[in-house]
């Protein structure tokens, strides 16, 4: 039996405690729940982070032990996942191609922006078998080596853009 096999219902509830707790004890320490304030309104002390991680603890492992929230994110976060990096690469092309506000000398680093997209394309590819069904809808005469070939033509036409950003 190979070793994923032998741990798979370990792995399902490590990950779903894991991004549980991550996501509620970020949301209680943007929200500020248990900030202590003055008559202002003022914050005059910080919440305790022990406090904040053993709320999350608790929820996370509560959530985790939940089956049908497991079958849900099993379920769910292969199409969050690819909404989530489709709106990442609008913004990013967005972020990318909008005229920015320069100062005076100040000169742009592009090497991040094409490695993103070069890791994006990546992701893309490995993750083509959840996009297939959605974009052959869409494109219906296509076939999955064409349209990962148009993404890919998509992507060196934005490297090569940032890389003539560059050079101005």
């Given at each position: 039996m190979p070793f994923h096999?032998?741990?798979?219902?370990e792995t399902l509830f490590l990950s779903a405690f894991l991004l549980v707790?991550?996501?509620?004890f970020a949301l209680l320490s943007y929200s500020?729940?248990?900030?202590?304030?003055?008559?202002?309104?003022n914050a005059v002390e910080k919440a305790d982070r022990r406090i904040l991680a053993l709320?999350?603890?608790?929820?996370g492992l509560i959530s985790a032990s939940y089956s049908p929230f497991l079958s849900f994110l099993q379920t769910a976060l292969p199409i969050v996942t690819i909404v989530l990096i489709l709106l990442f690469f609008v913004v990013f092309i967005y972020k990318i191609?909008?005229?920015?506000?320069?100062?005076?000398g100040q000169t742009t680093d592009v090497w991040p922006a094409m490695v993103a997209l070069a890791v994006l394309l990546i992701a893309a590819y490995a993750s083509w078998q959840?996009?297939?069904?959605?974009?052959?809808?869409?494109a219906?005469?296509?076939?999955?080596?064409?349209?990962?070939?148009?993404?890919?033509?998509i992507v060196v036409v934005a490297i090569i853009g940032l890389a003539y950003k560059k050079m101005k």
């Open positions: 096999a032998a741990f798979a219902g707790f991550a996501v509620v500020g729940m248990f900030v202590k304030k003055d008559k202002q309104g709320i999350a603890l608790v929820i191609f909008s005229p920015g506000k320069k100062k005076e959840y996009f297939q069904p959605f974009l052959s809808g869409i219906p005469g296509l076939s999955a080596d064409s349209l990962i070939g148009i993404i890919a033509v």
